[in-house]
Each structure stands twice: as structure tokens, then as C-alpha cells.
């Protein structure tokens, strides 16, 4: 499997995401930033995704994000 199966599996695992959106209000378009870090408790850091992105209101209640990930793995 990935590692994201096997991370998630893990019993003594931890996840853990930051996210920022600047979203005023009838705003059509949405940058956003967030981090997230995976930590295995058993063998230390697991992972670190940092992503930044733009999301696309296409309807009132749908939006496309379009983004770029950097993952560190350890």
C-alpha cells in the first residue's frame, strides 16, 4: 500500500493540518495556504505537506482548487 494506508493505520499515529483562506464575502476567487504534518509516534516525523493554492467559485456552492504540494518525507 501507500504510505498514507499504512500512516493511517497506525495506532499511535498523529495528523495535523494549518489551513488559511482569505475568503471575502461574493469573492470568485479564494488563495489558501495550509500545512500539514504527520507524525508517527513510534518512529518520529513521518511526513510535512505545505500547499498553496486558489480556489475557483464556480457555483455558489462549488469551488475548484487548484494548488501546488510540496512533501517533505523523512
Do not use: C, K
Not at 38 to 64: C, I, S
Request: aromatic letters at 14%; proline letters at 5%.
Amino acid at each position: 500500500g501507500s504510505a498514507n494506508s499504512s500512516f493511517s493505520r497506525a495506532p499511535s499515529s498523529y495528523r495535523h493540518r494549518l489551513w488559511i483562506n482569505y475568503q471575502p464575502i461574493g469573492a470568485r476567487f479564494i488563495p489558501f495556504v495550509w500545512d500539514e504534518v504527520l507524525f508517527d509516534f513510534r518512529e518520529g516525523f513521518n511526513e510535512n505537506r505545505l500547499v498553496a493554492g486558489l480556489g475557483v467559485m464556480l457555483t455558489p456552492m462549488m469551488r475548484l482548487d487548484l494548488a501546488y504540494v510540496l512533501r517533505s518525507r523523512d
